[in-house]
């Protein structure tokens, strides 16, 4: 019986310290992220073409016309659905939704530095000298021909990344890019078959209300290659999911799934 009483103690010990780790856990999974909508799931009606970035709650278009995209697994394919859609072949990184834009262009293509922007109103706005963390997850929009795209896409390209702003914002495409950013992919992101964790830390100098998905720096600025010598469209297009933004160093590591940064940008 003693035995048997102290195997019980051990089991309620082991017990009250998971619920213990549980509770310590709980703030950090349940209050932390900045970014409303943060995996694009919550939508106000299934996605049916392109263009339709602004279902998903809460999320605008900065740039680039009606042209920033939501995918979804309701949406209609070969369209806007996941994992198949006008761009290609793609599970979302969680959930069952993710955006997209253009992220860089040859000139030949479309007007000089034509970009794609998105973004959404922050929970609450920064703290002027408070450090943030951030992270967001890009895949690149593979080479597939796909019924509704069937030639394909030729660039990967660097500077993937956030831009926090104080007020919302709408910039026609022959309008300069603003040539810095508060984190972003100081590498050229190639990977087309799983998604990439961008992130990075920055010291809030104003009270940001918003943040910004993009490629925010000119073609001088920006490394670009064909990475698919036979693709059609001369642009580089990229799927966007999980943007965090916390104060909590830790916070958007454990959402992300990873436990170490991929690239940093300060």
């Given at each position: 019986?003693?035995?048997?009483?102290?195997?019980?103690?051990?089991?309620?010990?082991?017990?009250?310290?998971?619920?213990?780790?549980l509770l310590l856990l709980a703030p950090r999974l349940c209050a932390q992220n900045l970014v409303p909508n943060w995996s694009f799931e919550e939508i106000s009606e299934c996605p049916t073409e392109l263009g339709q970035v602004e279902l998903a709650t809460g999320w605008l278009i900065f740039r680039g016309g009606e042209s920033c995209d939501l995918f979804h697994t309701c949406g209609t394919s070969p369209w806007a659905s996941v994992p198949g859609n006008f761009f290609g072949h793609q599970g979302s990184a969680s959930g069952n939704a993710y955006a997209g834009g253009v992220f860089y262009s040859a000139s030949e293509a479309w007007p000089y530095v034509f970009r794609e922007y998105f973004g959404?109103?922050?929970?609450?706005?920064?703290?002027?000298?408070q450090q943030y963390h951030a992270n967001f997850k890009v895949s690149r929009a593979p080479e597939d021909k796909t019924p509704a795209s069937p030639g394909g896409?030729?660039?990967?390209?660097?500077?993937?990344?956030?831009?926090?702003?104080?007020?919302?914002?709408?910039?026609?495409?022959?309008?300069?890019?603003?040539?810095?950013?508060?984190?972003?992919?100081?590498?050229?992101?190639?990977?087309?078959?799983?998604?990439t964790l961008i992130s990075g830390s920055f010291i809030a100098d104003s009270a940001y209300r918003?943040?910004?998905?993009?490629?925010?720096f000119n073609d001088e600025e920006t490394d670009a290659f064909v990475a698919n010598p036979e693709g059609y469209w001369n642009l580089a297009y990229y799927f966007v999911d999980d943007v965090c933004i916390s104060p909590d160093p830790l916070y958007c590591t454990l959402l992300s799934g990873v436990h170490e940064a991929v690239d940093k940008h300060f």
């Open positions: 019986a003693l035995v048997h009483l102290h195997e019980q103690d051990q089991r309620n010990m082991r017990s009250a310290l998971l619920l213990s780790c959404i109103e922050l929970e609450q706005p920064l703290v002027i000298g896409l030729r660039y990967a390209c660097n500077n993937l990344g956030l831009l926090f702003s104080t007020e919302y914002f709408f910039q026609y495409d022959l309008e300069p890019a603003p040539g810095y950013a508060h984190v972003r992919a100081v590498q050229v992101v190639e990977d087309s078959l799983n998604w918003y943040v910004v998905v993009g490629n925010f």
